[in-house]
């Protein structure tokens, strides 16, 4: 017995010892799966980097820890991330005076050409010559206000309507003009609908614009339905200003979409990332009204997003799709009351662009590196980097751009599912459970064994 005591004894030190030793941390640039060259465009103490798309696609982890920044002789320099993201813009809502018309066709011999005529009870007369749509149906005149400003973006139109219909669509067609004399397209075929499935309800009451215009040019937008009999009034338009888009600050990352069924389709990232937005992209002509769901990953379950419609026309998409804080690893799109078309959708997520800001510190050439999943975070904080004092001295916004150039693979694929010593140190401690438990077992079947032996001996 008390050889088996010091044998248990014996292997409960070696593998706690094993399970509590400390390692240090991967550091080097052979500890990451994938880096590229720099090109420094001058001599300076800092320098800038614009992380290219590969680096948000490979990288392991979504807050982009297993960045670094490594010299001539492999020695990590230290370095900052910073999100370039826009000053919040709060979206002004402005309400539009609302005239209902009456269409009426005037005969083309008599004009010459086609010309439609749109006439309201309180003495507004609209002619639009050509073939603006090729039905004309329930027409509204929309008045902005006199003190639009100079040059605004028109993000948005919102329509209400008090009437419960359980199910219509409808398309819409604009028009602008400064004068109710000529007009000219804003916008063709741009969906509008209520549709009830079951339980499933889905309301279409928004239309995406997101044009930049001129009070000069703009006073009046005509709204076009291509629905003789509408089954609901209009009764009041508000219209959103937004501000221009900022396309630097945010990255595009493409999805792999796969075809689950007739009716699903699942959209998948090879990493959790935080998106803020997804932006869908249909067949031209496309009207897909769908429900949205999500997951942070592949093992998550899925959490219902909303209920809107796709739509893909005239070179204008529906507006992208805001998301709630957190990582994304997978969409899912169901249609309502549809079928998937042919060329399935396509999905991109947006995330905000992030730059890298070094020391130069050593020889180079510099080397940018990424893709290692044991990886700690050691980005250090801007005051850290250049200190305040310091900062006051030099201008942030003319440290020089680095170029991202040839790219390397120094350590390969498999640091992409490397553990870190915390998760080792984890595993040896499932293992010595295991491992003391398994011998536990050992001991007693020994013991039963020798107890069983004397016993037959007597």
Do not use: C
């Not at 498999?414 to 295991?434: C, F, I, N, Y």
């Amino acid at each position: 017995m008390t050889t088996w005591h010091g044998v248990v004894l014996a292997a409960l030190i070696t593998a706690t010892g094993a399970a509590i030793s400390s390692e240090p941390l991967p550091d080097s640039p052979q500890d990451y799966a994938f880096g590229a060259t720099l090109d420094l465009p001058q001599p300076a103490s800092w320098y800038r980097v614009d992380l290219p798309l590969d680096v948000y696609t490979q990288s392991t982890w979504p807050d982009l820890r297993d960045v670094r920044v490594f010299n001539r002789d492999g020695e990590r320099v230290p370095f900052t991330l910073e999100t370039q993201s826009a000053a919040p813009h709060a979206p002004v809502a402005i309400p539009l005076r609302v005239f209902p018309l009456d269409s009426s066709p005037v005969e083309a011999g008599e004009q010459g050409q086609n010309v439609v005529r749109l006439h309201s009870s309180s003495g507004v007369d609209i002619r639009i010559e050509g073939e603006p749509v090729e039905v004309v149906g329930k027409s509204y005149l929309l008045a902005l206000p006199e003190n639009m400003p100079e040059t605004f973006t028109l993000a948005q139109l919102k329509l209400t309507w008090p009437e419960a219909v359980a199910k219509w669509r409808s398309k819409v067609t604009l028009f602008f003009s400064a004068d109710m004399r000529s007009w000219t397209t804003l916008q063709e075929n741009a969906p509008v609908m209520e549709l009830a499935s079951g339980n499933d309800r889905l309301k279409i009451d928004q239309i995406n614009v997101n044009q930049t215009m001129s009070a000069d040019g703009v006073r009046y937008l005509l709204m076009v339905f291509d629905t003789p009999n509408l089954p609901v009034t209009i009764k009041q338009v508000t219209a959103t200003l937004g501000s221009e888009p900022t396309p630097l600050e945010q990255v595009q990352i493409a999805s792999r979409g796969q075809r689950v069924s007739s009716t699903e389709a699942q959209y998948q990232w090879a990493q959790p990332q935080p998106l803020s937005s997804l932006s869908v992209k249909l067949a031209e002509g496309s009207v897909l009204p769908v429900e949205i769901a999500l997951r942070s990953s592949a093992s998550a379950g899925w959490q219902p997003l909303s209920k809107t419609v796709l739509w893909q026309r005239n070179e204008q998409a529906s507006a992208p799709i805001t998301l709630p804080e957190g990582v994304v690893q997978a969409v899912r799109i169901t249609t309502l009351d549809a079928r998937l078309p042919g060329e399935l959708p396509q999905i991109s997520g947006s995330r905000s662009r992030q730059s890298l800001l070094f020391n130069a510190q050593g020889k180079g050439p510099f080397m940018l590196a990424w893709g290692n999943r044991a990886a700690q975070s050691a980005a250090v904080t801007l005051d850290t980097l250049i200190p305040e004092a310091l900062r006051k001295q030099i201008d942030l916004a003319a440290i020089p751009e680095v170029q991202v150039a040839e790219r390397i693979t120094p350590g390969g694929q498999d640091r992409l599912t490397a553990t870190s010593p915390a998760e080792r140190q984890g595993l040896w401690k499932t293992w010595l459970v295991w491992g003391v438990l398994l011998l536990g077992v050992v001991v007693l079947v020994w013991m039963a064994l020798h107890i069983w032996r004397e016993v037959k001996t007597r």
